[in-house]
């Protein structure tokens, strides 16, 4: 059965203080990992797709990193404005079931 | 301006009484989702659409019932809920055919309460 299990469940993180996301995956062949944000009362956002072990993709803030088993969100640097809760999901090759994990509340203290 | 539309965007409603929530997208997608989103749960896919007339189950498809007339319009029928479906619902679309995996754009969110 696909998986995708996000840790830690909610982090909290002074203004500038660098830290990480992880999204642990189980699925019979990626065809893609994404990475969305998601404000409250607001639906989740498109932030990244990876699609192959070693691949990165940054924006501002943001890296996001994938090899076979995981994915990381690197947030370096963060400023208030990026609290918000982030997402994590898996398309496996087999099928269009997109599959989200439980995400992860950042909160970023000024 | 590209978006999806959910409506209604709040709504209280008794065991038992049919309701839909509609779902439009101005985007020309072919492919549209169900989600829903519960505290510790995360977002469950309900039901998805790759094109119209064509349907398939997610994860959590009991009690719900979806139809693709129109590329454009994706409504979620409870046809007897039951207060195990309050939650909040999210509509969701993207380009292209089988197996593109391209950005999912998201409505709103449509908060229900069945008691």
């Known amino acids: 059965e696909d998986q995708v299990t996000q840790s830690p469940e909610a982090l909290r993180l002074q203004e500038g203080e660098s830290s990480s996301l992880n999204c642990s995956y189980t699925?019979?062949?990626?065809?893609?990992l994404f990475w969305y944000r998601q404000d409250p009362g607001k639906g989740p956002e498109f932030l990244f797709t990876?699609?192959?072990a070693g691949e990165e993709k940054e924006k501002e803030r943001l890296k996001a990193t994938l090899t076979k088993k995981e994915s990381f969100l690197h947030i370096t640097a963060p400023k208030p404005e990026d609290s918000a809760t982030y997402l994590c999901a898996v398309q496996a090759n087999r099928d269009d079931k997109i599959i989200f994990g439980k995400g992860t509340r950042l909160h970023i203290l000024p | 301006e590209a978006q999806v539309t959910q409506n209604p965007r709040y709504l209280i409603t008794v065991t038992g009484k049919k309701l839909t929530v509609t779902c439009s997208q101005n985007m020309n997608h072919e492919y549209m989702s169900w989600y829903r989103q519960d505290p510790g749960l995360g977002l469950r896919q309900i039901y998805y659409?790759?094109?119209?007339?064509?349907?398939d189950k997610g994860d959590v498809p009991e009690g719900y019932k979806v139809s693709r007339k129109e590329k454009r319009n994706f409504p979620l029928i409870l046809e007897s809920p039951s207060p195990n479906q309050t939650s909040l619902y999210f509509c969701?679309?993207?380009?292209?055919?089988?197996?593109?995996?391209?950005?999912?754009?998201f409505g709103e969110g449509s908060r229900l309460t069945v008691l």
């Open positions: 969701a679309s993207k380009k292209g055919q089988t197996l593109y995996t391209g950005e999912l754009f």
């Open positions: 659409s790759m094109n119209v007339e064509v349907t």
């Open positions: 990876l699609y192959s």
């Open positions: 699925v019979s062949g990626l065809r893609g």
